[in-house]
């Protein structure tokens, strides 16, 4: 049986079912939310409709089997806070077609899988960190949320599903398919991008610890305002990186606590994380290195204390040549004219799969290059190709 698109459309749009926002298509289904687990039991019980194995591991990552050996293709079904509903479900459900289609067919075995916790609600991409062997589960464990939730209370509440963890050996190759999540596919016209390399990313958390005082009382010369501290961090830091940053390096604050957020009181304390992205692990080094001299000398000058917490990240990685050599004669029999190489400024869970087998990625093009926002969007065809690229290279892969 030849690979059924609108079967391919159903599931993903039953998966969006599972935290659906209300806003557009958004999602929210972190991580171990009630939404997250319902949805890993619906898919569960697709794959063993489909004749594959469903099979849970420690952390949740849940996977599809055939056989003994074989290729495994997938993404995650975890979403950020306000999450869309294609970033990692549109490469499960794929992988899950795929995995159907070559079932039904009597061959190539190709296995499907999605991955826990992508989304970094605990660590960076937590459940293909753990099981690639980059961290341990035991530290992983005593990492929190931003609401002081841990790792183990939360993985805790799939214990009954969790089997051991799975041998890598037992495949043969990962192969993943995603949304662009920005504009490039989009602006030039393209509907398939054979990614080439993936970037490596940095997140620290860092506090900076004041003195909460009365806002009408006291003198601005005697504050030490710990808001004061973070803009002024924000503001040096910007003009240090100049030297520094490549055009394509990021970076951002984007979760910030202050204390006790109240407009009559001068803040006593600010957390917040810094996240920073290049595909040159030197210049990730550097930026780290003026990110702690920045913070200690802002401390220093406006009398506030400074902490630093422990940096995660993943290395910048390079796809397989041979997966993207198939995933490049995909593309070119199916979408000619239409595809380009291209690197991933998204961070996906093909990076730490391809520190343990041969891993490639494609991309279909984002509307508007929205993604991490309910708008997030896609053309359907353009899904249905993606999936038609992605299942001739997983055929020659895995056959
Ligand atoms: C993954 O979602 C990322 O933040 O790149
Ligand atoms: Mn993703
Ligand atoms: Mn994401």
Redesign the pocket.
């Given at each position: 049986m030849p690979l059924d698109p609108q079967r391919f459309l159903d599931d993903l749009h039953k998966l969006r079912s599972f935290g659906a926002s209300g806003v557009g298509k958004g999602v929210v289904r972190q991580a171990y939310s009630d939404a997250d687990i319902a949805a890993r039991k619906w898919l569960a019980g697709r794959m063993q409709e489909a004749g594959l194995e469903p099979y849970f591991d420690p952390l949740g990552n849940l996977f599809g089997l055939t056989g003994e050996n074989s290729l495994l293709v997938g993404s995650h079904s975890d979403s950020?806070p306000e999450g869309g509903w294609l970033?990692?479900a549109l490469g499960v459900i794929a992988g899950l077609e795929i995995a159907r289609a070559a079932r039904e067919a009597g061959g190539p075995p190709v296995s499907c899988v999605s991955f826990q916790d992508?989304?970094?609600r605990f660590g960076v991409?937590t459940g293909s960190d753990v099981w690639t062997g980059k961290l341990a589960i035991e530290e992983a464990d005593g990492f929190s949320d931003t609401q002081g939730n841990t790792l183990a209370g939360m993985r805790a509440r799939m214990a009954d599903l969790a089997g051991d963890f799975l041998p890598h050996g037992r495949f043969s190759g990962f192969l993943e398919m995603h949304i662009e999540?920005g504009p490039y596919l989009e602006e030039t016209g393209l509907a398939i991008g054979v990614v080439t390399d993936i970037v490596g990313?940095r997140d620290m958390r860092i506090t900076f610890e004041g003195r909460q005082n009365h806002a009408g009382t006291t003198p601005m010369h005697l504050r030490r305002d710990a808001f004061q501290a973070l803009s002024a961090f924000n503001t040096m830091l910007n003009s240090r990186f100049e030297n520094v940053v490549a055009p394509a390096t990021v970076w951002t604050i984007g979760h910030v606590v202050l204390h006790p957020n109240a407009s009559s009181v001068v803040p006593g304390r600010a957390e917040f994380s810094v996240q920073w992205?290049d595909a040159d692990a030197g210049r990730l080094a550097r930026m780290e290195e003026i990110i702690a001299e920045t913070a200690q000398e802002i401390a220093a000058g406006h009398g506030v204390a400074v902490q630093l917490g422990p940096v995660m990240g993943i290395e910048p990685a390079a796809m397989d040549a041979g997966f993207q050599a198939e995933l490049a004669e995909a593309a070119q029999a199916l979408a000619p004219g239409k595809w380009q190489r291209m690197p991933s400024?998204?961070?996906?869970d093909a990076a730490n799969l391809a520190t343990v087998m041969p891993a490639g990625m494609l991309f279909v093009p984002s509307i508007g290059g929205i993604s991490?926002a309910f708008d997030e969007d896609t053309d359907e065809a353009d899904l249905v190709l993606g999936l038609q690229v992605l299942d001739r290279a997983a055929r020659a892969l895995a056959g």
């Open positions: 950020q970033d990692g992508e989304e970094g991409l999540q990313i992205r400024g998204a961070l996906h991490h």
